[in-house]
């Protein structure tokens, strides 16, 4: 017979690959053998998640339209001798009676169906050197049971999209559901004149003829090895592309008015919508706890988010990781590389900037406060799902990898290590349900000239290190230490405690758990590899300081765990009794 911290240890050593990022940014591929690939490295180290950015819908005049390579070959003849298919478009916008507000594109560069041309008499589809599709929109919101009725000196924004023989999302929600896995797309990223913009009406349109498209072509890949029955089961959801600050979105009323369309939108084909927004703790420029918490009610109030991914803002300099003991410290002390980054971006910084000089908290107060928050609107009638989401790339340029289009990355930046990923998961992994990054390409799968090996693979070999995303005592009255994390091997597992006894003396000391849980997240609807772990006592509760520091190390981890705690209270209410 097994003893029950043995079998935890086997059960773990055989998850110990499945590292707990199992949700990733990827760019766009133009093969299926491109995107069978990155795939099967991606759920190599776990993964089961893929989420992609669409481009922008752009407002653009007739000029900029003929000078774009992508619609160059878009005339009205096969040989494309006869005026431009906007010179046309003009011709006929004008026969018909309607104003031609603007022109627009979206590239996408995706194969769509005759059922984005909803009008018929007016649309258009051009076969030349590429595919493209002439879509009038009106620039007013329009009854869906009468989209072509139209009067005379109707304002109209003519759309033109491009297809040029690879469509890169349909090979991904092709590949993706023969694997299993979810997909979120993106949703057509507004124009930046959006959402009080007098054409707003055209983007809307747009944007619901996406969506049938999406779930008339997806629902015809038909599977036979998979659990869904079509490729368009495998499409769980929309994102919204770009995050916006969350400190900042509680003021921002036009882009909730955008969310919420957008994710009626998506609800109304049986999808979920997903809202990324981004940590700004800053005290120049950035926001405090405070109002990334009103940022966060704000969002679900009004979205009809059914996941909220929190892009922790660590890579761009913006957030921080510390534990309570740590924030009058040197930066450069505890986070070397940040220091780096907040140096290069604002080279008159002082030297041995501390954390409180420079943020209004850490990750960890940050994602703690959202998760109470959570919970509250969970209480009042809002179910959501929260998201950490970890920027796997650090603002500095010395040892880049590549921008990859698709990301929503666009310039340079050094790849993280994945110690420092390890950090993002003790920071923030206890408080959601899922952790995602950003991005795949090109942070994980790059080889910068200081590396022999990709991030994906250093990831892979060092998969089952123990990480701690949070240490306490389990209560007032039981001061065992509790650790929740990922690959606490059970018995088999050692920790070091290091506490102060009632003379202030410290003592390091190594002990065992002797209670696991290894289904804590499942059970309790967070990440669901989260092993909870109560240790064996160091000390006797007379021996310890009623007031102090813990510190936890897990054998082999990274990265320690401390708490602070102060029970003078409560110890001297007990002795009067």
């Given at each position: 017979?097994?003893?029950?911290g043995?079998?935890?240890?086997?059960?773990?050593?055989c998850a110990?690959?499945?590292?707990?990022?199992?949700?990733?940014?990827?760019?766009?591929?133009?093969?299926?053998?491109?995107?069978?690939?990155?795939?099967?490295?991606?759920?190599?180290?776990?993964?089961?998640?893929?989420?992609?950015?669409a481009?922008q819908?752009?407002f653009?005049?007739?000029?900029?339209m003929?000078?774009d390579?992508?619609?160059?070959w878009?005339?009205?003849?096969?040989?494309?001798?006869?005026?431009?298919?906007?010179?046309?478009a003009?011709?006929?916008m004008?026969?018909?009676g309607?104003k031609i507000?603007s022109f627009?594109s979206?590239?996408?560069?995706?194969?769509?169906?005759?059922?984005?041309?909803?009008?018929?008499?007016?649309?258009?589809?051009?076969?030349?050197?590429?595919?493209?599709?002439?879509?009038?929109?009106?620039?007013?919101?329009r009854?869906?049971?009468?989209?072509?009725?139209?009067?005379t000196?109707?304002s109209?924004?003519?759309?033109f999209?491009?297809f040029a023989?690879v469509?890169?999302n349909?090979?991904?929600v092709?590949?993706a559901a023969?694997r299993?896995?979810?997909?979120?797309?993106?949703?057509?990223?507004?124009p930046?004149?959006?959402?009080?913009?007098?054409?707003?009406g055209?983007?809307y349109e747009?944007?619901s003829r996406?969506?049938?498209?999406?779930?008339?072509?997806?629902?015809?890949?038909?599977?036979?090895?998979?659990?869904?029955?079509?490729?368009?089961?495998?499409?769980?959801?929309?994102n919204?592309?770009?995050a916006?600050?969350?400190?900042?979105?509680s003021t921002?009323?036009?882009?909730l008015?955008?969310y919420?369309?957008?994710?009626?939108?998506?609800?109304h084909?049986?999808?979920?919508f997903?809202?990324?927004?981004?940590?700004?703790?800053?005290?120049?420029g950035?926001?405090?706890?405070?109002?990334h918490?009103?940022?966060?009610?704000?969002?679900?109030?009004?979205?009809?988010?059914?996941v909220?991914?929190?892009?922790?803002?660590?890579?761009?300099?913006?957030?921080?990781?510390y534990w309570p003991?740590?924030?009058?410290?040197?930066?450069s002390?505890?986070?070397?590389?940040?220091?780096e980054?907040?140096?290069?971006?604002?080279?008159?910084?002082?030297p041995?900037?501390?954390?409180?000089?420079?943020?209004f908290g850490s990750?960890?107060?940050l994602?703690?406060?959202?998760?109470?928050a959570?919970?509250g609107?969970?209480k009042?009638?809002?179910s959501?799902?929260?998201?950490?989401?970890?920027e796997a790339?650090?603002?500095?340029?010395?040892?880049?990898?590549l921008?990859t289009?698709?990301?929503?990355?666009?310039?340079t930046?050094d790849?993280?290590?994945?110690?420092?990923?390890d950090?993002a998961?003790?920071?923030?992994a206890?408080?959601?349900?899922?952790?995602?990054?950003s991005?795949?390409?090109p942070?994980?799968?790059c080889?910068?000239?200081n590396?022999?090996?990709?991030?994906?693979q250093q990831?892979?070999?060092?998969?089952?290190?123990?990480?701690?995303?949070?240490?306490?005592?389990?209560?007032?009255?039981?001061?065992?230490?509790?650790?929740?994390?990922?690959?606490?091997?059970?018995?088999?597992?050692g920790f070091?405690?290091?506490?102060?006894?009632?003379?202030?003396?410290?003592?390091n000391?190594?002990v065992?758990?002797y209670?696991?849980?290894?289904?804590f997240?499942?059970?309790?609807?967070?990440?669901p590899s989260?092993?909870?772990?109560?240790?064996?006592?160091?000390y006797?509760?007379?021996q310890?300081?009623?007031?102090?520091?813990v510190?936890?190390?897990?054998?082999?981890?990274?990265?320690?765990?401390?708490?602070?705690?102060?029970?003078?209270?409560v110890?001297?209410?007990?002795?009067?009794?």
């Open positions: 017979m097994l003893s029950w043995t079998l935890l240890y086997v059960l773990s050593v110990a690959q499945r590292y707990p990022i199992t949700a990733a940014w990827f760019s766009d591929h133009l093969s299926r053998d491109n995107w069978n690939e990155t795939l099967a490295n991606f759920t190599k180290n776990g993964g089961d998640t893929v989420l992609v950015k481009p819908f752009q653009r005049s007739q000029h900029e003929e000078a390579p992508d619609f160059a878009c005339g009205t003849t096969a040989t494309n001798t006869g005026p431009t298919c906007f010179a046309d003009k011709k006929e004008n026969q018909l309607f507000a627009a979206y590239k996408s560069g995706e194969n769509f169906s005759d059922v984005i041309v909803a009008c018929p008499a007016f649309e258009k589809k051009f076969d030349r050197a590429r595919t493209y599709f002439r879509l009038v929109l009106p620039t007013t919101v009854p869906q049971s009468q989209p072509c009725d139209l009067p000196g109707s109209v924004v003519v759309l999209t491009s023989g469509d890169s349909e090979l991904l092709r590949t023969e299993n896995m979810s997909v979120y797309l993106g949703i057509p990223e507004a930046d004149t959006l959402p009080n913009h007098q054409y707003m055209a983007y747009w944007f996406l969506l049938v498209d999406h779930q008339q072509r997806y629902s015809g890949i038909v599977l036979r090895k998979s659990k869904y029955k079509t490729a368009y089961d495998a499409v769980t959801g929309y919204s592309g770009d916006l600050p969350l400190g900042d979105c921002v009323k036009d882009a008015i955008l919420s369309t957008q994710g009626n939108t998506v609800h084909h049986g999808k979920k997903l809202v990324s927004a981004s940590v700004d703790l800053r005290k120049t950035g926001y405090s706890i405070d109002d918490v009103h940022g966060l009610n704000a969002l679900v109030s009004t979205s009809v988010a059914d909220m991914n929190i892009h922790e803002g660590r890579g761009f300099g913006k957030s921080c990781y003991t740590q924030n009058a410290l040197p930066i002390q505890v986070d070397k590389t940040l220091d980054v907040l140096h290069y971006q604002n080279p008159q910084l002082k041995n900037v501390t954390f409180d000089d420079f943020f990750i960890q107060q994602m703690e406060s959202l998760f109470i959570r919970e609107l969970q009042n009638g809002s959501f799902d929260m998201w950490l989401n970890i790339f650090e603002f500095l340029q010395d040892n880049p990898c921008p289009s698709g990301t929503g990355i666009s310039i930046m790849r993280v290590t994945k110690g420092r990923l950090m998961l003790s920071a923030g206890v408080f959601v349900q899922k952790v995602s990054v991005a795949w390409n942070d994980f799968t080889i910068p000239k590396s022999s090996s990709t991030l994906a990831v892979y070999n060092d998969a089952g290190r123990p990480i701690i995303a949070n240490c306490s005592f389990h209560s007032q009255y039981n001061r065992s230490v509790v650790v929740i994390g990922f690959n606490l091997l059970g018995e088999t597992q070091t405690v290091t506490w102060s006894d009632i003379g202030h003396t410290r003592h000391s190594d065992n758990g209670y696991f849980e290894a289904d997240g499942s059970e309790h609807h967070l990440v989260l092993i909870y772990t109560q240790l064996y006592d160091p006797n509760s007379m310890l300081n009623p007031k102090g520091t510190r936890v190390k897990a054998r082999g981890a990274n990265r320690a765990c401390v708490f602070t705690y102060d029970y003078t209270k110890d001297n209410e007990t002795g009067d009794k």
